[in-house]
Each structure stands twice: as structure tokens, then as C-alpha cells.
């Protein structure tokens, strides 16, 4: 059974920074893309940031140059760098990871709460 475990999230102020993490149960290696969605109030789960498991990364137009992703396939983890945080950014992030088999099978981290206010 696949657990992924995020932590990180709390109140920070605007300009300031938070990392992520995204700990796996077992080898990372075995998912083909993993990332970070967030949702906040009355509004859509959006994507924010995904890395393949060759390191390619992906951004949302919103966070590109403020958010950095990253994986440690030693800790089976993956992180989620956020600088210049704005209060839009305030939303639950949940991380997820991909496993392609004979169909794709989508794991989901537990969210960890982010707020951006003064």
C-alpha cells in the first residue's frame, strides 16, 4: 500500500517562504510524475508544480520563479521549495504521485495547510 506523507505548511507572512515535503512509503523511482496540487476556499484543485521521474519539471504560470520542486530519491521524498509567497497562495497543497501500469493509478498525500497573511 502506497502512503505518501506531506508536511511543511503553516502561517507565513507575505514575502516569506515554506517548504514542502512529500514523503513516500516505498521507492519514488517507481512513480513516473509526481507533484503538488492546492485548493483553496470555494475553488478547484489546481496543479502547481510536477517532476518526472527523468527530473523534468513542470510549473502553473502562477508560481513560476516564487516555487522550486525537487526530489531525493535516496530520503524517497519530494519538496516543494515556495518563496515570495502572496496570500493567493493560501490554499490546502496536497501532494501526488503517478504510477503508470496497465492503467495510470493516481496516490494522494493526506494536503497540508498553507496561509499567507500578515
Known amino acids: 500500500q502506497v502512503q505518501l506523507v506531506d508536511s511543511g505548511g503553516g502561517l507565513v507572512q507575505p514575502g516569506g517562504s515554506l517548504r514542502l515535503s512529500c514523503a513516500a512509503s516505498g521507492s519514488i523511482f517507481s512513480f513516473v510524475v509526481m507533484g503538488w496540487y492546492r485548493q483553496a476556499p470555494g475553488k478547484q484543485r489546481e496543479l502547481v508544480a510536477a517532476?518526472?521521474?527523468?527530473?523534468?519539471?513542470n510549473y502553473t504560470d502562477l508560481v513560476k520563479g516564487r516555487f522550486t520542486i525537487s526530489r531525493d530519491n535516496a530520503k524517497n521524498t519530494v519538496y516543494l521549495q515556495m518563496n515570495s509567497l502572496q496570500p493567493e497562495d493560501t490554499a490546502i497543497y496536497y501532494c501526488y504521485a503517478d504510477r503508470q501500469l496497465a492503467t495510470t493509478l493516481r496516490y494522494w498525500g493526506q494536503g497540508t495547510q498553507v496561509t499567507v497573511s500578515s
Open positions: 517532476i518526472t521521474r527523468g527530473g523534468s519539471r
